[in-house]
Structure formats: C-alpha cells, structure tokens
Nanobody, 120 residues
Framework: QMQLVESGGGLVQPGGSLNRSCAAS????????MSWYRQTPEKAREWVGI???????SYKDSVKGRFTISRDNAKNTMYLQMNSLKSEEKGVYYC??????????????WGQGTQVTVSS
C-alpha cells in the first residue's frame, strides 16, 4: 500500500530557507518520477517541481534557481530545499508520483503534507 510521509514544515521569515523530506513506501520509488506540489487556501494544488528517475529535475518557473529537489533511492526519500522563500509560497507541500496522480485522478493517494509558513 502506497504511503507518503512529508516532514520538515515550519515557520520562516521571507528570504529564509527550509528543507523538507518525503519518505515513500509501498511502491517502486526508484522507478517513479516524483514531484512536489503546493496547496494554499486561495489556490488548488499546484505543481512545484519534479525529479526524474534519472535524477534530472524541472521546476515551476517562479521557483527556478531557489528550490532544489533531490532524491535518495536507497532511503526511498525525496527532498525539497527551498531558499529565498517568499510570503506567497506559504502553504501545504505534498509529494507524489505524477504518474499515479494522473492515473488515479481524484482517487490518488496523498499524504498529510507539511505546512510552510512564510511570515515576518
């Protein structure tokens, strides 16, 4: 059974940094591209970035150069390093396999997410 446990949330001032992790189990983590998503009260869940099985990455334009996604397949864990955070980037951050999200749609499993608060 697929499980995703996000951790590392917290409060940071604008311009600050946070690192979060996503521990995965119940599926072939190393064989899946993995993404980070963000949800705020004002917006639907949006894609932030992806790390491919090759280790290559791609990001939402607004976070390029500031966010870095990495993965450790030996630990079935993905990471998101966020630097120079902006107040509008607050929200709940989730990880998931984009393939499973696409395949399952509304029935896709989501973890509990991790809250990021950016405030002075």
């Amino acid at each position: 059974q697929m499980q995703l446990v996000e951790s590392g949330g917290g409060l940071v001032q604008p311009g600050g940094s946070l690192n979060r992790s996503c521990a995965a189990s119940g599926f072939d983590f190393s064989g899946h591209h993995m993404s980070w998503y963000r949800q705020t009260p004002e917006k639907a869940r949006e894609w932030v970035g992806i790390i491919f099985t090759s280790g290559g990455t791609s990001y939402k334009d607004s976070v390029k150069g500031r966010f870095t996604i990495s993965r450790d397949n030996a630990k079935n864990t993905m990471y998101l390093q966020m630097n120079s955070l902006k107040s509008e980037e607050k929200g709940v951050y989730y990880c998931n396999s984009p393939a499973k999200v696409t395949q399952l749609g509304d029935r896709a499993y989501w973890g509990q997410g991790t809250q990021v608060t950016v405030s002075s």
